[in-house]
């Protein structure tokens, strides 16, 4: 299709589907990765850090992990304005694979 205004290609409304369906996938992914340590519990996560934790403490380490993606969300709007949603989403898709690989991987 093209925009009758610009003459520019627009895509399909069903195009924007597909979008939201990966962005979905893209989301889900790194969040499953982070959701499954709390599976092991209290016990476990101490005795790898070698200290006792109590609820609280348990509780701010699995959610520390959101004070990146809530800084981050902040620059990556500032992104979208200069290079354009396409490039920052998928620089971000490709980081979360990343860490998701090196969360597998880190012993």
Excluded: H
């Excluded at 609820?55 to 500032?78: E, H, K, Q, W, Y």
């Amino acid at each position: 299709m093209k925009n009758r205004l610009t003459g520019a290609r627009t895509l399909s409304p069903r195009y924007g589907y597909v979008i939201l369906a990966l962005m979905c996938l893209g989301i889900a992914m790194p969040s499953f990765a982070q959701y499954q340590i709390s599976g092991f519990g209290k016990e476990a996560v101490s005795a790898a850090l070698g200290a006792e934790m109590n609820d609280r403490s348990f509780s701010t380490l699995n959610m520390v992990c959101f004070l990146p993606g809530a800084l981050l969300s902040l620059i990556s709007g500032l992104l979208v304005d200069r290079l354009g949603p396409r490039r920052v989403v998928v620089t971000g898709v490709l980081l979360a694979c990343l860490g998701v690989v090196a969360r597998a991987i880190w012993p």
